[in-house]
DNA sequence: GTTGCCTTCGGCAGTTAGCG
DNA sequence: CGCTAACTGCCGAAGGCAAC
């Protein structure tokens, strides 16, 4: 009885970066606006799947292997896969929508219109990216020698109370559209359907650690918006308002604007260097971006953040700790 | 190689926040 | 109020880097 999360979803760098660039542009900067819709959405997208996930962690305790956002390349292509469920006899993709309101999905013109509040949105047709998503995957297996095996996808609108709409003939959408709750049921249908081992022990070991392996994360950075590392605040940023900068006294940082006091303030600035920098720094890089003038503090800061690091004396350079991805 | 510069590191002393 | 632990700057030694 095995049922593991080998790929567990951590929070998108889109998001992070989001986040990172709103506490530190400038409040009349140009570009405010375009990563603040970003954002929206990017949450938006993630607050769905993870609704998804809470329903996933009630699927029958069989032979399943979950992987949450897979970015994998096949010749010149690049497709992502919120969700990917592996069994020894099929395999099921997942495409995450979290768009409340009214669906229709329009089989005429391959489109997906939204109403809500009298106003009409249309959105690029799930249904046709989930075909491409399986489409690569399926010569992604191919061509890395794995047997075939079926491949099953749905598109699963994670709001409950969003309305799917589609005329009686889109007989793809009916098959494939769901909402988040029906998902245990469908899938528990597939195990009934697929009941020959099409993977043997050895082969879906071996998937495993390919997908693993080849999971290629979108590297995003400052230079998607077109801003230069100079238009970057600095200085270390209150944990509460967020205000810049914060003053280093005594073992604390103290902000001027709310009058928070905290010890770590600056873990979180150093994330966002190495964020929105580069990902790795110096001490006299690091005292230009805290703003703080003494080397020896500086030292002291680094050397109590356990970073990785390369080099004696001047030559040290210390890099981001990579989150430990083990399977 | 020599020189100057930068950083690390341990130790020391002065200062301070926080606690009983 | 006084004590203590923590913090910080400063010092000197050591070592790497870069320019001469």
């Known amino acids: 009885m095995i049922f593991l999360i080998v790929k567990e979803r951590t929070v998108p760098v889109k998001i992070k970066l989001g986040k990172a660039l709103l506490r530190r542009l400038p409040k009349n ?3 405010r606006a375009t990563i603040e819709q970003d954002l929206a959405k990017g949450q938006a997208g993630y607050k769905g799947e993870e609704a998804l996930d809470f329903y996933l962690k009630r699927l029958p305790q069989k032979n399943f292997y979950i992987f949450q956002d897979l970015r994998l390349q096949h010749t010149y292509s690049y497709f992502q896969i919120d969700t990917l ?9 997942l495409e995450v929508k979290n768009i409340s309101g009214t669906l229709y999905f329009d089989p005429y013109f391959q489109q997906l219109i939204r109403t809500m509040n009298d106003k009409v949105e249309g959105f690029q047709d799930p249904l046709t990216q989930v075909r491409r998503q399986s489409e690569l995957f399926k010569k992604w297996i191919t061509e890395h020698n794995i047997p075939d095996i079926p491949i099953k996808n749905f598109v699963v609108i994670s709001h409950p109370s969003t309305i799917i709409t589609t005329p009686p003939e889109n007989s793809q959408a009916l098959q494939t559209v769901c909402h988040a709750f029906q998902l245990v049921s469908k899938i528990e249908a597939l195990t009934n359907h697929f009941i020959k081992e099409k993977l043997s022990e050895k ?3 071996k998937l495993n650690r390919l997908l693993i392996k080849k999971h ?4 995003y950075n400052i230079q998607h918006y077109n801003i230069s590392q100079n238009e970057i605040l600095k200085g270390v940023h209150c944990p509460e308002c967020s205000f810049i900068p914060m003053a280093r006294v005594q073992g604390a940082w103290v902000c001027a604007n709310c009058n928070t006091r905290a010890k770590d303030a600056h873990v ?10 580069r990902p790795t720094v110096t001490n ?7 703003q703080i003038s003494s080397p020896d503090l ?5 050397r109590a953040l356990n970073l990785p ?3 004696k004396g001047k030559g040290r350079i210390y890099f981001q700790s990579e989150p430990l991805e083990k399977n």
């Open 29 to 31: 900067h140009p570009k």
């Open 85 to 93: 469920i592996l069994s020894p006899c099929f395999a099921v993709i």
């Open 203 to 205: 082969n879906l070991k």
């Open 216 to 219: 290629n994360p979108l590297q």
């Open 268 to 277: 979180e600035t150093i994330d966002d260097y190495f964020l929105l920098i």
């Open 284 to 290: 006299k890089q690091l005292r230009q971006f805290l």
């Open 298 to 302: 500086c030292n002291r800061i680094l």
């Open 309 to 311: 690091c390369t080099g």
